[in-house]
């Protein structure tokens, strides 16, 4: 007798097959008809670096409430072709259900092989072409999601490909669909998802990590982006190029990094906001330019989407080891700000905050991701997405300005070149007050001063980290940062010990002065994306707090939900 | 000189800054034909922004009163270009020295001509790197000892005619600091000239370049002649290879190429002004939602 | 092409190894000429050492039995440098495509014509980024609208050949994927070359370059007649500016320019081998005392 | 009544004047006299980013032992120009006797002012240029210093002149030395100098920081370097190129940073023992090139000259706020070495040991040295510079030959191209054994894993602190780092404080496991020249050490032992 096989709120889909064969259109697709059908879904995505050929997935969940992580297990795998057993086969479990043609697969050494022939549904329809459809569909009817939001999203995307495109698509998505519903009751698959009715639902933005950084980017009003392509920071380039005729940006494609962050901040000595978005190995370049920005004051956003490394390392996967790098970035002392978002809202608002800081204390802010980050797809509510007003902190000068004008707080007025009477010099050596360069002793002390002042106000203002989870009392802290608050979260949600709390920072530099009382005295466990503990580290550096547990990963992976609650039994 | 008078004097002066360059560098001469330039054209000061690199051309800045971008080492070109990405109204120059324009940013240089930006580049061509006491540069002329060559230059020297020919610039001269009023006159093309103007500038090093001297660059150069055609790159070309004698003069000049700034569509609104879209952004929200 | 017999294979063939091209790709060609080349030529593997950037064309030494340093995007030409200053014996090929050594590594492409090394550079010129997924690179032709350049490219692409003369470098070849026959041999005539060999191969990427495909080509190219003269620098500059159609074969070739290790001194034993001169040592700090 | 002013054992002359009018000549003149004469001599000097003009200073002290520090206070100053009295005024005391020509230097606020008409001296001699034969013979005149050293050494230097010119030099040295010695007996000066009688004296060097480091690559058969002028960092470069031909070096000016340390890798790849210098600026443009020998596990050198930043800062004076720049540089994860000379002894060995380390463990080892330290002048016994035998760690390959094999220790064996039947693969991908690019995650963990692992066998070498003052007993440590051991050494001294002990630190990272004890239960000061006290977080980072007093200083200038006494005095 067979099993009933019961999947209740929480269901991993998994994509898996060659670079060019769709994997990334059919999970798209499914999550957008998901989403608007009232599901919580989350995707993430891993691949290779090439572009034709090997073997990636992507992994689409459906879940009772939001969440935003990885999980190893798969329940239902659409494997596109052979390879993409071999290559997932750590993550085949006995209760896996792999969808494949069987003439390209012909067997799976665990799991249960369903044979679904997706092409011919598609050269059914009349076109090999519309497989990606039939595939969403063999998964929506799998789920018992109503057909209807597949074949709506289906006549948007291809309205512009004319109505036999439209038509013969939805009957490709009839003939999958169909066999997806036929399969589950065969097998006995029980589907429960929990839908938000419609008139309940707020109102929900279905986006990835790059579109949550790009966002953010133009609702602070950012005006210049000058960047080299590198991967996975080249999306908020490609973002706001797309977006750049609606917003008024200018895009310049710099010949380097090193290019690209001195063209930046000629744009933002002239007044623009600019960012720059890159990885650790071209933002190494860039660092005689962050130290060149902490001498002349001149305000700058850096976006660094982390991959491993060192050197060209993995450059589609994913890892949390350049914070070290960002953190002492450049040479000689000046002031930073880190932010790691952990939610695509708070990228959306912390890329603002990374520019209103940037111009506020005339510095570099940076926003640091990772690929997985970057590269996962989520909703979010509506109403999250702020727009702080766009404080600028540029004043027209009078003949007398001085751009390094001695102040009590050391922030000097900001002055630009073309607005105002005066002139602006801004100075790449040390300089006296008026940006003219001085190898006075005295000045030196006091400019190095002004420069390094502005942390306390910085700090003051710093964000809090976040409970993620469990209480404040909870002896047991387990500290997390940047991408990974969703597992955290999720981990500490599936163990359920009043003894454990989570802590999210997604402000790494500086700390909040009142961060210190939050940690005192709790055994604290630090989990990241490294193999050496910077954060860990970092805590112990500036508040002496000492880590008990470091939970790492170095694979190239995102951490999976299993994995820490595995790490976190252990505490 | 055309030169300013007590009644109006020269409002790019800096009288009380002292100097860092050497007695008797080349450098004097070019910052005055400069000045000179920028007076006689009626530029604005403070719609003018000068950015440099690092070395002895570069420090040039420091001596003009006008907006300074006194940036890295090499990097002085991509700081010219967000700046005038950033506000078109500005008249940008960028100034630096050989090493600091053909060495270190040697990268910018190829790519600056390329985005021919409407700007004008001064290189302080001293044949040497100055500020770092005498190593070669990439004008260095084979066989010159320096206590880092000590067998002599080995390096086929960079031409920067040659190369900015290559790249299709638009407005290529050089000039020789020793004759003020002369690089005045080019320098005034240069700025006037709408798209990227390469000045390349003979400039004697009397510390470091006891090659290069004031009497060798006057024996080893010569004017193009006045009916000399800039127009022709082939003929360009072959001026921008000659050994024997260095012409000076404007050496290449196209007018037809458009600036980056008019094929990007940049408007006169300084980017600084620019207004927040509030609909485009809720548009942008809705496609998301 | 005299392919390598069962009986004498191409020992450059690393048969188990996963290519990570696209089916299509020129980069197949190419490294099939590359390896075709270096048989017929009969080049001990152990003494070939290929370096690379990071890209597509960068991928090249993965797949070839030899010697390999795939160093950063950009940078595969100060690695070859280094390499070839302390083992002289070695043969030294650079291989990367467009973006890496004109973009990233462009600063670095002009220094290494001025040392003229005896060395090989091969550039895979796709005329787009194809590792980073199509956006424009310095060769992509204006007008190609990518993900990044939305109102198509804008830049006057990056001329190699016009530059490489313009720095007198003294062999400047173009040659085209499609063919690897014609190539091969322009692959062997740069290897044997003695001193700094620029090959600039078209090399169409089939998913990113939609534009500059095989035909595309077949069509924009043709080959210099056989009375074509390498040795002409006004003809070989007007060569390389053609754009009506594109030259392809040996643009230039002057066979008298000395080579950087000859001037340098550099003898056959590499500096690995070389002992401690300790009589040296004993007179330098007798110097101090 | 005039009092009589007695000078014992420490002297400090400083010659003060504008950039191209000698002062560096004359102090290296007067310096090496007094050398052969037996004395412990030591010079510093400070000078303008400039190449003629301004006011620069060179400080020559002459001590009844070794030091290696400066002094804020003046006994005798040499002022060639007006400026210099500006420029110098804070440290021109009462005591201070200021030599120079009454037309130019007219008064003196402070001191007594002596006409000393040097310039006709030397024209009495025939000619203005022998100026700086003069001043030195004034001062040894004034110092009592036997005129016969100052005679020797101007017939070695202007042997090649010709007689005429070597006999005139010697006339202006006897109307200077005349001039000199009536001056102390007019002005009741009394020297007493600690000379070493010349048969107990042991061999010396003479020689600065630069030359030390320069001796330490040759003397380690470093046979290449690749480099960009940049000041401080420059002097070594010079230094390598000058010996080039005695012992074959291959020395290539490089067209920028970045080509330099990738030049420099690959010839180290290709079997050189390479080195790269430069200064912080330079070295953040490295940085990705740090990060690809970590990656591919190719040695390399690094020598970094310090000097203020940020951004171009001030290229002539000196810092240490380069050391969290080199703990972090390039991004990813990946081993590394810092070593800090504090004497000239130190540089010579630990400038060989920084090759031995990079060639052992496969890794970037740094020299961190400061424009103080490298134009810092001094004597150093010659029996202390030993040559270590050069250990290369290369083998020939076979034909199974693998360059990222496993092995227990992390360590592969290293072949290069050429040697031997194998083939070595180098790359900057994550790579398998082979040396070929993956995306296996596995071997991603191991190689990762393989590349840290080395930091236990580097840590248990790693050098000991050396307690430079008082003993292991005493309740309060002072720590400094690199060029600050010479002004700790003479501070406690100077101070005689049973309760106080000085340990210098010329190993930066990784520490030795043993280091903790030694400051355990301490109370620690740190000394350092920068503004947020780097050394000081690394100690705690590292040994959880937390540090009670911080001395900083970051105006560009060295610290003088007269501060730091007085800022002991406060502990
Ligand atoms: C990144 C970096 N590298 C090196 C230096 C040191 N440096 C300053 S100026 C200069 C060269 C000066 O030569 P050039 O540009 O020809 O100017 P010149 O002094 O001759 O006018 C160098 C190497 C620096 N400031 N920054
Ligand atoms: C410092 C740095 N910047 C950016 C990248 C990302 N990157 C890898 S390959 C590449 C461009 C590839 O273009 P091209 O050199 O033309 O090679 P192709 O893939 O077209 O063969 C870029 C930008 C990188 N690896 N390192
Ligand atoms: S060193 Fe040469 S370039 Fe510099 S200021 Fe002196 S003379 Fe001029
Ligand atoms: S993306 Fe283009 S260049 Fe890269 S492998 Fe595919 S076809 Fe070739
Ligand atoms: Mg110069
Ligand atoms: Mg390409």
């Known amino acids: 007798m067979k099993n009933m096989r019961r999947y209740s709120n929480d269901i991993s889909i998994v994509f898996g097959g060659a670079a060019g064969q769709g994997i990334q259109t059919i999970a798209s697709a499914l999550v957008s008809v998901l989403k608007r059908t009232g599901c919580h879904v989350f995707a993430c995505t891993e691949f290779m670096s090439r572009v034709r050929g090997g073997s990636n997935s992507t992994q689409v969940r459906i879940t009772g409430r939001k969440r935003h992580a990885y999980v190893h297990r798969i329940d239902f795998l659409f494997a596109l072709n052979a390879d993409a057993l071999e290559h997932l086969k750590t993550r085949i479990a006995p209760t896996t259900i792999v969808f494949a043609d069987k003439s390209q697969v012909p067997s799976t050494d665990e799991g249960l092989l369903v044979d679904a022939p997706i092409t011919s549904f598609a050269r059914q329809a009349g076109n090999p072409i519309y497989s990606n459809t039939a595939a969403v569909a063999v998964a929506l009817g799998l789920l018992g999601i109503p057909q209807e939001g597949l074949d709506n999203y289906l006549r948007e995307i291809f309205a512009g490909k004319g109505d036999a495109v439209v038509a013969d698509n939805i009957e490709a998505a009839r003939l999958g669909y169909a066999f997806g519903r036929q399969t589950a009751l065969r097998e006995e698959i029980e589907v429960e998802i929990a839908v938000e009715p419609e008139k309940n639902r707020p109102k929900e933005l279905l986006l990835d990590g790059t579109a949550a ?359 | 000189m055309k030169t300013p008078s007590p009644e109006k004097p020269n409002p790019f002066d800096m009288p009380h800054k002292e100097m860092g360059w050497c007695p008797g560098c080349g450098n004097y001469k070019l910052l005055d034909s400069l000045k000179g330039a920028l007076f006689e054209l009626g530029i604005d000061r403070r719609n003018l922004v000068v950015v440099s690199g690092i070395g002895q051309g570069a420090k040039t800045p420091q001596y003009l009163n006008a907006n300074m971008f006194n940036g890295l080492h090499g990097r002085s070109l991509p700081a010219a270009l967000g700046i005038k990405l950033s506000n078109r109204n500005l008249t940008v120059i960028a100034e630096s020295g050989d090493g600091c324009m053909y060495g270190e940013g040697g990268n910018h240089f190829l790519h600056a001509i390329r985005r021919n930006c409407d700007m004008t580049l001064i290189v302080h061509d001293n044949m040497v790197y100055g500020l770092t006491k005498g190593q070669a540069s990439p004008t260095s002329l084979p066989g010159m000892k320096t206590p880092v060559q000590i067998d002599g230059v080995m390096l086929e020297p960079f031409n920067p005619l040659a190369v900015s020919l290559a790249l299709n610039a638009p407005f290529i001269a050089r000039a020789s600091a020793g004759d003020e009023e002369e690089t005045k006159e080019i320098i005034k093309q240069a700025i006037s000239f709408r798209g990227f103007a390469v000045v390349d500038v003979f400039q004697p090093c009397v510390v470091f370049n006891r090659l290069n001297t004031y009497q060798w660059f006057r024996e080893n150069t010569y004017y193009l002649p006045g009916d000399y055609d800039p127009a022709d790159r082939m003929q360009a070309f072959a001026k921008a290879v000659e050994t024997e004698k260095l012409p000076l003069g404007v050496i290449f000049r196209e007018e037809t190429r458009p600036v980056y700034e008019d094929l990007l569509g940049i408007g006169n609104t300084p980017l600084r002004s620019q207004e927040f879209r509030e609909k485009a952004f809720e548009k942008m929200i809705a496609e998301y939602c």
Chains 1, 4 share one sequence.
């Not at chain 1, 797309?242 to 917003?247: I, L, P």
């Not at chain 1, 930046?264 to 860039?286: D, E, H, K, N």
């Not at chain 1, 005066?422 to 006091?446: A, P, Q």
Request: some cysteine.
């Open chain 1, 213 to 571: 950084v790009g966002i953010g980017a133009v609702a602070a009003g950012c005006t210049f982006i000058s960047s080299y392509p590198m991967s996975p920071g080249t999306g908020v380039l490609t973002f706001l190029a797309q977006r750049s005729h609606e917003f008024n940006i200018v895009v310049d494609q710099a010949e380097d990094e090193i290019s690209a962050v001195n063209t930046a901040l000629g744009a933002s000595y002239a007044g623009a906001r600019a960012i720059v978005t890159t990885s650790g190995g071209g933002f190494a370049l860039m660092e005689e330019g962050i130290s060149l920005a902490g001498m002349t004051e001149v305000p700058l956003v850096v976006h660094l989407g982390q991959r491993p490394g060192p050197a060209t390392g993995m450059p589609t996967r994913t890892e949390q080891a350049d914070l070290n790098l960002v953190l002492h970035a450049g040479h000689g002392e000046f002031p930073r700000v880190i932010l790691a978002p952990g939610t695509f809202a708070e990228a959306i608002l912390l890329t603002q905050r990374a520019f209103q800081l940037a111009d506020r204390y005339q510095l570099t802010a940076f926003v640091l991701t990772d690929q997985f980050f970057l590269d996962s797809t989520g909703s979010m509510a509506a109403a999250v997405v702020k727009r702080e007003p766009i404080e600028r902190h540029i004043v027209e000068t009078d003949e007398e300005y001085m751009r390094y004008r001695f102040t009590p707080d050391g922030l000097s007025p900001r002055g630009v070149p073309g607005y105002g009477k005066g002139i602006v010099k801004c100075d790449s050596h040390e300089h006296d007050e008026t940006g003219h360069l001085t190898e006075n002793f005295e000045t030196r002390r006091r400019m190095v001063e002004k420069r390094l002042r502005r942390i306390k106000a910085l700090a003051a203002e710093s964000l809090m980290p976040e409970l993620v989870g469990g209480s404040a009392d909870a002896p047991n802290i387990v500290v997390a940062w940047g991408s990974n608050r969703g597992v955290l979260e999720e981990s500490l949600d599936t163990l359920q010990r009043a003894d454990l709390a989570g802590l999210h920072f997604s402000q790494l530099y500086p700390f909040n002065p009142s961060v210190a009382t939050l940690l005192k005295g709790k055994i604290v466990t630090v989990l990241e994306n490294n193999a050496s503990g910077q954060f860990a580290d970092l805590l112990h550096r500036e508040l002496a707090v000492s880590t008990a547990n470091r939970i790492l990963k170095w694979t190239g992976e995102p951490f999976s939900v299993e994995e820490v609650v595995e790490a976190l039994r252990e505490i």
